[in-house]
T-cell receptor
Framework: NAGVTQTPKFQVLKTGQSMTLQCAQD?????MSWYRQDPGMGLRLIHY???????DQGEVPNGYNVSRSTTEDFPLRLLSAAPSQTSVYFC????????????FGEGSRLTVL | DAKTTQPNSMESNEEEPVHLPCNHS???????IHWYRQLPSQGPEYVIH???SNVNNRMASLAIAEDRKSSTLILHRATLRDAAVYYC???????????????FGKGTLLTVNP
């Protein structure tokens, strides 16, 4: 079972470059989300989506865009990367419901020089 | 949002039980208590969740205080593979954006000694 798949696993960017972190899930989950994790900070929610065509902001949305054209995919776009966006990014999904388990991908480590 | 408080770190010996505490004194009546853990270099994984009653599954047990202001994650026999950061999280039940946001704190780093 693939679960939640993130690509790429590692990426190095220069300041000002753009890129997209891909996230795909094969569990037909309605809810998907992106977190970033910095040393000593825990995980912080960037954006989330409760279904195709619906997205909303989390705690730290600035500098990131998302879209949800299909149930399976939830890409995270950095339009103009900054060193402050150096982090490990996790995508997560779950089915809608009262207390559904959140499934995480393995993470994408991004370095912005 | 209701907050949780956990010790920064705890240490245990292999094959001994581990009790990981979490305080959530401002919990509301509709908040579920979730526990996740994060092994080194991996994404977080779900451990267990509960609302009012104690819960057991193959990974752990969750003991919830009668007033729900605290809970304890119990690993019955710690193994080296249980060394991880453990997160205690509250999640609101209901409609709206708050239902979907899991706020992760810094968690408790569990070290398991051989």
């Amino acid at each position: 079972n693939a679960g939640v798949t993130q690509t790429p696993k590692f990426q190095v960017l220069k300041t000002g470059q753009s890129m997209t972190l891909q996230c795909a899930q094969d569990m037909n989950h309605e809810y998907m989300s992106w977190y970033r994790q910095d040393p000593g900070m825990g995980l912080r929610l960037i954006h989330y989506s409760v279904g195709a065509g619906i997205t909303d902001q989390g705690e730290v949305p600035n500098g990131y865009n998302v879209s949800r054209s299909t149930t399976e995919d939830f890409p995270l776009r950095l339009l103009s990367a900054a060193p402050s966006q150096t982090s490990v990014y996790f995508c997560a999904s779950r089915r809608q419901g009262a207390a559904g388990e959140l499934f995480f991908g393995e993470g994408s480590r991004l370095t912005v020089l | 949002d209701a907050k949780t408080t956990q010790p920064n770190s705890m240490e245990s010996n292999e094959e001994e039980p581990v009790h990981l505490p979490c305080n959530h004194s401002t919990i509301s009546g509709t908040d579920y208590i979730h526990w996740y853990r994060q092994l080194p270099s991996q994404g977080p994984e779900y451990v267990i969740h509960g609302l009012t009653s104690n819960v057991n599954n193959r990974m752990a047990s969750l003991a919830i205080a009668e007033d729900r202001k605290s809970s304890t994650l119990i690993l019955h026999r710690a193994t080296l593979r249980d060394a991880a950061v453990y997160y205690c999280i509250l999640r609101a039940l209901g409609s709206g954006g708050s239902n979907y946001k899991l706020t992760f704190g810094k968690g408790t780093l569990l070290t398991v000694n051989p």
